[in-house]
């Protein structure tokens, strides 16, 4: 069911690219079958390959030790980007109070 639901979100994308297009038919159905083709074999070698698995294996314990958490990667980003907005929003209002005097 997850890989089902992985596909139709890859179809789900393209139609939405898709729909937003302003020239529709400047899009070459060629190029974005093989578009998709080539990303459908990347991810079919990086899940089935062995040697790719092992590779992966690695250097997550290489990284491990390092204290690095992948899993709480999108908290820190989140964290990070609310600290810059806010960091900018105070600048803006900072720069429209000199602008104003």
């Known amino acids: 069911m997850l890989q089902l639901q992985s596909a139709l979100g890859i179809f789900a ?7 937003f297009g302003e020239n529709r038919r400047a899009v070459s159905l060629r190029q ?3 578009g998709l ?15 790719v698995a092992h590779a992966f294996g690695a250097i997550n314990d290489a990284v491990a ?17 609310d600290a810059i907005a806010a960091a900018k929003g105070s ?3 900072g720069s429209d109070a000199k602008d104003r005097k």
Not at 37 to 51: E, G, Q, R
Not at 65 to 81: D, H, Q, T, V
């Open 13 to 19: 994308l393209l139609a939405i690219a898709w729909a």
């Open 65 to 81: 030790p390092l204290g690095i958490s992948f899993s709480k990667l999108p908290i820190r980003i989140a964290a990070i980007s």
């Open 91 to 93: 600048a803006v209002k």
């Open 32 to 34: 974005a079958a093989i």
């Open 37 to 51: 083709a080539a990303t459908l074999v990347t991810a079919v070698v990086l899940i089935k390959l062995p040697i």
